[in-house]
T-cell receptor, first 114, second 110 residues
Framework: DTEVTQTPKHLVMGMTNKKSLKCEQHMGHRAMYWYKQKAKKPPELMFVYSYEKLSINESVPSRFSPECPNSSLLNLHLHALQPEDSALYLC?????????????FGQGTRLTVV | EDKVVQSPLSLVVHEGDTVTLNCSYEVTNFRSLLWYKQEKKAPTFLFMLTSSGIEKKSGRLSSILDKKELFSILNITATQTGDSAVYLCAGKTSYDKVIFGPGTSLSVIP
């Protein structure tokens, strides 16, 4: 199983809503990532979890709140988002640094904030 | 600050042409250089390079890394319309950080 599964595939939410994005992998990867990608731009790193602990936060606003409940799951909780937060949110996973491997990406959640 | 730069940013070629995409990086605690192809949704993995001078090949695609010059190239020979995509280069650090360049948008016209 070399898949990273993201749900939902599409999400429309109002600026006062609270929603969560989910990501799951069963490859035994201990590094997991959230990226944000706007149209015609490369993926922009938001968070990295290593061994279920937040290791990198790229100065992301607090309205985005990541959570890693176990080694297979990664969530991104959303609250009070702005229309400019509309983007494709990508989850990825990889082996932890001691084993040099590529990062595998999920298909993304297309988020629209209205 | 970690940085990955790609050139050209966009490229239009005819089917059958050979293209070379460039990637340079300044990444602290560098571990590997990754190439991805992105069409409509998620980036799909092409190559991972960790050692200088060793060419990785997959069909019509090949890539090589120069760790002294902090540079990598991705070659595509005999291009096809299905090669049209954004090609992303990324540097991976020893802290599991993966930093992407801006991408090269390749259009292959019949």
């Amino acid at each position: 199983d070399t898949e990273v599964t993201q749900t939902p595939k599409h999400l429309v939410m109002g600026m006062t809503n609270k929603k969560s994005l989910k990501c799951e992998q069963h490859m035994g990867h201990r590094a997991m990532y959230w990226y944000k990608q706007k149209a015609k731009k490369p993926p922009e790193l938001m968070f990295v979890y290593s061994y279920e602990k937040l290791s990198i936060n790229e100065s992301v606003p607090s309205r985005f709140s990541p959570e890693c409940p176990n080694s297979s799951l990664l969530n991104l909780h959303l609250h009070a988002l702005q229309p400019e937060d509309s983007a494709l949110y990508l989850c990825a996973s990889s082996q932890i640094d001691r084993v040099v491997t590529e990062a595998f990406f999920g298909q993304g959640t297309r988020l629209t904030v209205v | 600050e970690d940085k990955v730069v790609q050139s050209p940013l966009s490229l239009v070629v005819h089917e059958g042409d050979t293209v070379t995409l460039n990637c340079s990086y300044e990444v602290t605690n560098f571990r590997s250089l990754l190439w991805y192809k992105q069409e409509k949704k998620a980036p799909t993995f092409l190559f991972m390079l960790t050692s200088s001078g060793i060419e990785k090949k997959s069909g019509r695609l090949s890539s090589i890394l120069d760790k002294k010059e902090l540079f990598s190239i991705l070659n595509i020979t005999a291009t096809q319309t299905g090669d049209s995509a954004v090609y992303l280069c990324a540097g991976k650090t020893s802290y599991d950080k993966v930093i992407f360049g801006p991408g090269t948008s390749l259009s292959v016209i019949p």
